[in-house]
């Protein structure tokens, strides 16, 4: 089975600062493919961004960045310039087409963004 | 393309009564999933479509749940006899499923919060 672990229950971080979110994640899979989702007060999750195991570059999203440690099964999400918009629950998701292309979730880490 | 709706947004019932929930995906999406998701915690797996073909169910969906997905468009889910322990997020989330994970992501709706009195 696929777990995803994220370690860090509550995390905050002043306005204009950057913080790194932490996951890691346990699986024999070769190919597969790592998600960072946001969701806001509003419950709405929405996609951050997204990595493929197979590729060695780090995805980057404006604002957003990933630190992919393969070996390590890490996935780290760093936001700099942090918005008091950023202020969510992130949740670090797996997915692998050799399991039904299920998305498997870690339980999330607040973060709040103090002005 | 409007996203991944759902009605109710939210869901009062009392003990032992049915609800149903619907999921209207994303109109090209052929792969439609469904989440529970309690407060405080990440999105449970209960089930997901391929077009119409329900392919998977977790072992979460006890047998007074179920889901249809008749015309491989929207989903309802049903739950009944419902229980205080049934109370949660229910989220619905679609993607392309078009077999190339490489363009895979899910896409949420804005849930249905179920509450059981």
């Known amino acids: 089975a696929q777990t995803v672990t994220q370690s860090q229950p509550e995390m905050s971080v002043q306005e204009a600062e950057t913080v790194t979110l932490s996951c890691t994640y346990d699986t024999s899979e070769n190919n597969y493919y790592l998600f960072w989702y946001k969701q806001p007060p509003s419950r709405q999750m929405i996609l951050v961004i997204r990595?493929?195991?197979?590729?060695?570059q780090n995805a980057t999203e404006n604002r957003f960045s990933v630190n992919f440690q393969k070996a390590a099964k890490s996935f780290s999400l760093k936001i700099s310039d942090s918005q008091l918009g950023d202020t969510a629950m992130y949740f670090c998701a797996f997915m692998s087409t050799n399991t039904g292309n299920q998305f498997y979730f870690g339980t999330g880490t607040s973060l709040t963004v103090i002005p | 393309d409007t996203g991944v709706s759902q009605d109710p947004r939210h869901k009062i019932t009392k003990r032992g009564q049915n609800v149903t929930f619907r999921c209207d995906p994303i109109s090209e999406h052929n792969r439609l999933y469904w989440y529970r998701q309690t407060l405080g915690q990440g999105p449970e797996f209960l089930t997901y479509f391929q077009n119409e073909a329900q392919l998977e169910k977790s072992r979460l969906l006890s047998d007074r749940f179920s889901a249809e997905r008749p015309k491989g468009s929207f989903s309802t889910l049903e739950i009944q006899r419902t229980e205080q322990g049934d109370s949660a997020m229910y989220l619905c989330a679609s993607s392309l499923g078009t077999g190339r994970s490489t363009n895979e992501k899910l896409f949420f709706g804005s849930g249905t919060q179920l509450s059981v009195l």
């Open positions: 990595q493929e195991a197979y590729k060695q």
